[in-house]
């Protein structure tokens, strides 16, 4: 515990669950930038190929995490019943359907299927409305959990939903600038780097509105200052992903020279693997930061703790019968 706070942290979810969001993320991300990159035209038709090739593979192996959390495969099972009353039911459908569209898609796009495709443009619709679902979904989670009101903002999906979107196009890009021909990917990393300077900039409001409005409320409060205070998050998310990100993309984006002679692949990828990094640190800072509230009654605060085992006279504890 940290004395200069006195909500009782959460336990139960942590790096496992972290990786599982991250990555969902990405996939999710990456798939809403392929789709939509695919309806723009033939430039960025090589990022809609490494968006493809990315977004389902993140999901399974992000799934892998959660069952790895879990601790037993059956629970998944289970995961998907009472869709009606159960949050964690309806992203289990969310994303199986999300992830069934994706390689529907991926399959379509790798058998020569045009753009404009009837049954292309179906499915790129649909996995955009689901892929969006998929982001927004581990937010929503997270407010479905009552006893942690840092989790219970309403901004908190917008937070997850924005990040994936960087995180995703991040992921793409890096794919572009080292699978890609440099000389022909110079000109879509540009507009690469335009869109992901412009997503970077609205995190860091999304981000900044989120932490500020945490601040104002007692319940949450504690939370926000305890994220704060950890230097990994405030070094490693906001500054060496998000700051530093921001930079490199706006060095691509206004030195055409440097994209020109180098394919943009050091400033792209390095901005890129940082950017992903911070999108990790979001999630597990996030994560490990929900406390239970304090409760303020007569001037005196009570914390919310759990209630210890009992113990047992096997264990010695108690005095034999």
């Not at 799934?63 to 037993?72: H, I, K, R």
């Not at 998944?76 to 898609?105: C, D, E, N």
């Not at 030195?255 to 950017?275: D, F």
Request: aromatic share 10%.
């Amino acid at each position: 515990m940290d004395p200069k706070v006195n909500g009782q942290l959460q336990t139960e979810w942590g790096w496992l669950v972290a990786i599982y969001l991250f990555l969902g993320g990405v996939g999710a991300g990456a798939y809403t930038i392929a789709a939509i990159n695919g309806f723009i035209g033939e430039s960025l038709e090589f990022s809609t190929t490494v968006g493809l090739w990315i977004s389902f593979p993140a999901l399974m192996i992000g799934s892998a995490f959660l069952l790895a959390d879990l601790g037993s495969p059956t629970r998944a099972i289970l995961a998907g019943m009472k869709p009606g009353t159960s949050w964690i039911a309806r992203g289990f459908w969310i994303i199986s359907i999300f992830m069934f569209l994706a390689f529907v898609h991926f399959l379509l796009h790798r058998s020569g299927a045009a753009p404009g495709n009837a049954a292309v443009t179906l499915v790129s619709i649909l996995g955009i409305i689901f892929a969006v679902l998929t982001m927004a979904y581990t937010g929503v989670l997270l407010g479905a959990s009552k006893g942690v009101p840092f989790w219970r903002s309403g901004i908190v999906p917008v937070v997850f939903v924005v990040s994936a979107l960087v995180t995703g196009h991040f992921t793409i890009m890096i794919g572009v600038s080292l699978f890609g021909d440099g000389s022909q990917v110079a000109a879509p990393l540009q507009t690469m780097a335009l869109e992901a300077a412009v997503l970077v900039a609205l995190e860091v409001l999304v981000i900044l509105f989120f932490l500020q409005a945490a601040y104002k409320l007692p319940d949450t409060r504690e939370s926000a200052q305890r994220i704060l205070r950890k230097r990994y998050f405030v070094i490693g998310y906001f500054l060496l992903g998000l700051a530093v990100p921001l930079g490199l993309m706006l060095l691509v984006v206004l030195g055409p020279a440097l994209v020109a002679s180098t394919g943009g692949l050091m400033p792209v990828t390095l901005g890129a693997i940082l950017g992903l990094v911070g999108g990790l640190i979001l999630r597990q800072g996030i994560l490990v930061c929900g406390a239970l509230p304090t409760w303020n009654m007569g001037g005196f605060k009570f914390r919310r703790i759990a209630r210890p085992k009992e113990p047992k006279p096997a264990m010695g504890m108690l005095p034999p019968s």
